[in-house]
Nanobody, 120 residues
Framework: QVQLVESGGGLVQAGGSLTLSCAASGSIFSINAMGWHRQAPGKQRELVAIHSGNNANYGNSVKGRFTISRDNAKKTVTLQMNSLKPEDTAVYYC???????????????WGQGTQVTVSS
């Protein structure tokens, strides 16, 4: 069993900042990548940021405003969101690509999501 638990969502005014955190727990051998996606009402889920190895990649709409960081020892990933805009309003989902047993079989897990609302 693997769990991803997110925290840190909420309501913020445009131009403000929020920090999202996600912790993985359970039967985990190694984590290949951890990241964040988001889904706004009526829209498809989209990549926000992902951290794999020493690399971080961002969706075009958040580049320069959001920063992803990861603590491998604690199995956590953090998303620092600055200069927030109303269009950043969405449910943010943590995801992790996990090898549970050391056989290099990777499975993608998702958190339950946390709401981020940016008011204008």
């Amino acid at each position: 069993q693997v769990q991803l638990v997110e925290s840190g969502g909420g309501l913020v005014q445009a131009g403000g900042s929020l920090t999202l955190s996600c912790a993985a727990s359970g039967s985990i051998f190694s984590i290949n990548a951890m990241g964040w996606h988001r889904q706004a009402p009526g829209k498809q889920r989209e990549l926000v940021a992902i951290h794999s190895g020493n690399n971080a990649n961002y969706g075009n709409s958040v580049k320069g405003r959001f920063t992803i960081s990861r603590d491998n020892a604690k199995k956590t990933v953090t998303l620092q969101m600055n200069s927030l805009k109303p269009e950043d309003t969405a449910v943010y989902y943590c995801n992790a690509l996990i090898d549970r047993s050391g056989n290099r079989l990777l499975t993608n897990y998702w958190g339950q999501g946390t709401q981020v609302t940016v008011s204008s």
